[in-house]
């Protein structure tokens, strides 16, 4: 059972980015998907999430109106695409997988069974 993230990096102030989450050893489709970040010095917090059962999502303040959620089933991937950054998203960006389906509020890291090893992004000019 393992999940990679990929597609973090340098990107200026105002920029994009598509995070991906893919897993291998189990199927993404079962399972609540949650995006989480933490900076230096800084306790990890809840960006995003995707549930199961219906594909409904929730975002944290900080990234509402930015950042959009989704799934692809067919490639056992879920992705965070991430627009008009701000110095304050650079951070240690992880998925999570929580076998209980949903997305529970608010997001909690102990919730989830699963983890990657994290993408870096950074936002500077």
């Known amino acids: 059972v393992q999940l990679v993230e990929s597609g973090g990096g340098l990107v200026q102030p105002g920029g994009s980015l598509r995070l991906s989450c893919a897993a291998s050893?189990?199927?993404?489709?079962?399972?609540?998907i949650g995006w989480f970040r933490q900076a230096p010095g800084k306790e990890r917090e809840g960006v995003s999430c995707?549930?199961?059962?219906?594909?409904?999502?929730y975002y944290a303040d900080s990234a509402k109106g930015r950042f959009t959620v989704s799934r692809d089933n067919a490639k056992n991937t879920v992705y965070l695409q991430m627009n008009s950054l701000k110095p304050e998203d650079t951070a240690l960006y992880y998925c999570?997988?929580?076998?209980?389906?949903?997305?529970?509020?608010?997001?909690?890291?102990?919730?989830?069974?699963?983890w990657g090893q994290g993408t870096q992004v950074t936002v500077s000019s």
């Open positions: 050893g189990f199927t993404l489709d079962y399972y609540a």
């Open positions: 995707i549930s199961s059962r219906d594909d409904s999502t």
């Open positions: 999570a997988a929580d076998m209980s389906t949903r997305c529970w509020i608010p997001l909690e890291p102990k919730t989830y069974d699963y």
